[in-house]
């Protein structure tokens, strides 16, 4: 069997506490590591220990930190920028329907939705270059438009719309 190396000695009472572990140890490497953790853990320090310290990983000091180039100021106030333009823009895509009349910003105004088709007291109001048929296909897309174009015929006097003219939707 090899001889086995000394390892040096931990200041003052450790050496005695840490000597009674060197036989769970194989290696040189990890007796002087149990020394080292012991001095840290159990000798006084300038400052109080903390679990950061214990375990070996001080925090960076910002101070001694380098100055960002002038490239990643740059870079830096774009995010930022970016950032306040993406955030605003969000902002009014939640308010706008809450402050616009209507409260629903992807309805034209003056164009009935089909969800507004359902309701039997909504009114359209003529756009236009609008016809009956056009009317018709936009509030009931996946159907036979003639059974709307001839309720919507009865409201119409003469047989010709007229821009701005009010049509009750059945």
Excluded at 34 to 41: H, K, N, S, T
Excluded at 122 to 139: C, F, N
Aim: net charge positive.
């Amino acid at each position: 069997m090899t001889r086995r190396l000394p390892c040096p000695p931990a200041p003052g009472p450790l050496e005695a506490y840490a000597a009674r572990f060197d036989d769970l140890f194989s290696t040189l490497a990890q007796r002087r590591g149990f020394r080292e953790y012991l001095m840290g853990l159990l000798l006084p320090r300038d400052r109080n220990k903390t679990l950061t310290c214990l375990a070996g990983t001080e925090p960076i000091d910002r101070r001694r930190r380098r100055p960002p180039t002038p490239a990643a100021r740059r870079r830096a106030t774009i995010r930022r920028r970016l950032t306040a333009i993406a955030f605003a823009v969000g902002l009014v895509l939640v308010i706008r329907p809450l402050v616009l009349p209507g409260g629903d910003p992807l309805v034209v105004p003056g164009r009935a939705t089909p969800a507004a088709a359902a309701d039997a007291t909504r009114t359209y109001i003529v756009q236009p270059g609008d016809t009956l048929w056009s009317i018709a296909r936009h509030l009931h897309p996946d159907e036979d438009p003639r059974p709307l174009v001839d309720k919507l015929s009865t409201q119409v006097p003469e047989g010709s719309l007229l821009a701005g003219q009010r049509l009750v939707l059945p």
